[in-house]
């Protein structure tokens, strides 16, 4: 059958739940895509990679709940490829194991549509590993079976449970958690011995992760007494026993918190990154985004005119990008910039100078204000020098003020502002599911959090990046818990680990 060349549908792989196991070509792929099909068990984090224009699909299927069949979700691939699109279809861990992945393949071939296969790191592999328990070890096994626990709907169950039972080697479950007393039982009466260690992972690889450990015998007891739940994955096997003393992702400093980070949607990954690393259960709630000025066209004559300052001060990483933004409108040659000299507000303002190769003339040891007024008395006299200030539209006025008492010659050009963010996902989470931390990265951030009214749960706790921002916060009544002493997103990421490591 020919094939449809414009349109194509890429069957792919979302790993097991960490963002950094999902793979580069997946990303890739998702970066580029104008529909997006995913599951109940994909990060939704990574459809933040996705065009803002992407047609976005849930096609969640838990037990006993599914949003689509799956003949309606293969007759949607079929329709979206048809009318050439460039369609991901996102799928938990990998596409063609246990994700019927192969049934969505022979709908697109059978339509004579052209497809992908884009493997995942799979859980049956990933969340094991997560709760320290290598399925293949030298002096355990060197044999691993995988199986699904999840009955096909309307048919009998068609694993071979004496055969299973008599395979030597590790045995990983995918699904079927709220089946395991019926297939512990099947696997006691088909001779497996009641002693084998066994482990559940719910939520593998992600900072909601879980460990359930027991025995054939009890571990069906064991589930009823926790009320553990899906999602999970079963390992059966002495290797399920070593987890004990190899368990390291969930031995970190943050394991087990779920931790909210309002900064905006294309800044916040630093942060969420560095947390997640640490072992949080991270979600964004961005409260702000970035908008050009109000008066751009007074910003754009100032970024002209920047090489008549003898000092151009920026006040933070934005600013630095709607600088340089508008100055490569302007000018293609770096050094229209002129003799001026540049200041910077913090480590992260001057890593991105640095970025378009200028050198940082003068940088406080703290990012605020107040320091880079120290630096600048240290520097000497600034009498009768004529300053640039970029800063956003909310800002303090305080270095205008305090520069012109020394005798400066200062402008302000205010280079973007910030205006609350409207996505409410972030919000719908705070609200079902709460935190143990949020952290605030300036007055901003605070100010738009407090105007969404959300309910705060009991026992949040909260850090704040700098004075500033802690200022803001005391003023609309929140409590600072923690506070970094170096007011950057490393600063706050290493206070909040401090504060967790040593409680």
């Known amino acids: 059958m020919a094939k449809h060349q414009s349109g194509i549908c890429y069957l792919t792989g979302a790993g097991p739940g960490d963002l950094g196991l999902v793979t580069l070509k997946a990303r890739q792929v998702i970066e580029a895509a104008e529909v997006i099909v995913y599951d109940y068990l994909c990060n939704p984090e990574m459809l933040t990679w996705a065009p803002k224009e992407a047609e976005v699909v849930y096609a969640g299927k838990k037990a006993g709940a599914h949003t689509l069949s799956q003949d309606e979700i293969n007759d949607l691939l079929v329709k979206k490829t048809k009318a050439g699109k460039r369609v991901v279809r996102l799928k938990g861990g990998d596409p063609f194991l246990f994700g019927r992945g192969g049934e969505e393949a022979e709908a697109l071939a059978k339509a004579?549509?052209?497809f992908e296969v884009i493997p995942g790191v799979s859980s049956a592999l990933a969340a094991p590993a997560y709760a320290g328990i290598p399925i293949t070890h030298r002096e355990h096994n060197s044999q691993v079976t995988i199986f699904t626990g999840h009955e096909q709907a309307g048919e009998k169950d068609d694993i071979d449970y004496a055969a299973l039972a008599r395979q030597p080697g590790?045995?990983?479950?995918?699904?079927?958690?709220?089946?395991?007393?019926?297939?512990?039982?099947?696997?006691?009466?088909?001779?497996a011995a009641p002693t084998v260690p066994v482990a559940l992972v719910q939520w593998g690889t992600t900072g909601r992760q879980k460990t359930l450990r027991g025995s054939l015998a009890d571990i069906a007891?064991?589930?009823?007494?926790?009320?553990?739940?899906?999602?999970?994955?079963?390992?059966?096997?002495?290797?399920a026993a070593l987890g004990e003393k190899l368990n390291w992702f969930e031995n970190k400093p943050l394991f087990g918190k779920r931790v909210v980070v309002t900064r905006t949607r294309h800044q916040a990954g630093a942060l969420s990154e560095q947390l997640r690393a640490l072992g949080a259960d991270v979600y964004e709630l961005p409260t702000i985004r970035i908008e050009p000025p109000t008066e751009l066209l007074e910003f754009g004559q100032l970024v002209r005119d920047a090489h008549t300052y003898d000092w151009v001060v920026f006040t933070s990483p934005n600013g630095v990008d709607a600088f340089f933004?508008?100055?490569?409108?302007?000018?293609?040659?770096?050094r229209e910039i002129g003799g001026c000299r540049i200041a910077a507000v913090g480590a992260a303002t001057a890593a991105r100078i640095k970025e378009f190769h200028l050198h940082v003339d003068l940088q406080p040891e703290q990012a605020v204000a107040e320091g880079l007024l120290k630096a600048f008395v240290k520097d000497g006299s600034v009498e009768n020098l004529k300053i640039l200030i970029i800063r956003p539209e909310t800002a303090r006025d305080l270095l205008s003020k305090e520069l012109t008492k020394m005798g400066?010659?200062?402008?302000?050009?205010?280079?973007?502002?910030?205006?609350?963010?409207t996505d409410t996902a972030g919000a719908a989470r705070f609200r079902e599911e709460g935190a143990n931390l949020i952290t605030f990265t300036s007055s901003s951030t605070v100010e738009n959090f407090m105007a969404l009214n959300l309910p705060l749960p009991e026992g949040l706790r909260t850090a704040s990046i700098g004075p500033v921002t802690s200022k803001t916060m005391r003023e609309l009544g929140l409590r600072i818990d923690i506070e970094a002493k170096r007011?950057?997103?490393?600063?706050?990421?290493a206070a909040i680990r401090d504060d967790y490591t040593q409680a």
Do not use: C, N, Q
């Open 221 to 239: 007891k064991k589930v009823k007494e926790t009320g553990f739940s899906a999602p999970a994955v079963a390992v059966f096997g002495s290797v």
């Open 408 to 421: 400066a010659i200062v402008d302000e050009a205010i280079a973007y502002r910030t205006v609350p963010e």
């Open 487 to 493: 007011h950057d997103i490393e600063g706050l990421a």
């Open 112 to 114: 004579g549509l052209r």
């Open 325 to 334: 933004d508008l100055f490569y409108r302007i000018y293609d040659d770096a």
């Open 170 to 191: 590790t045995k990983v479950m995918l699904m079927g958690v709220e089946r395991l007393e019926a297939i512990a039982a099947r696997l006691l009466e088909e001779g």
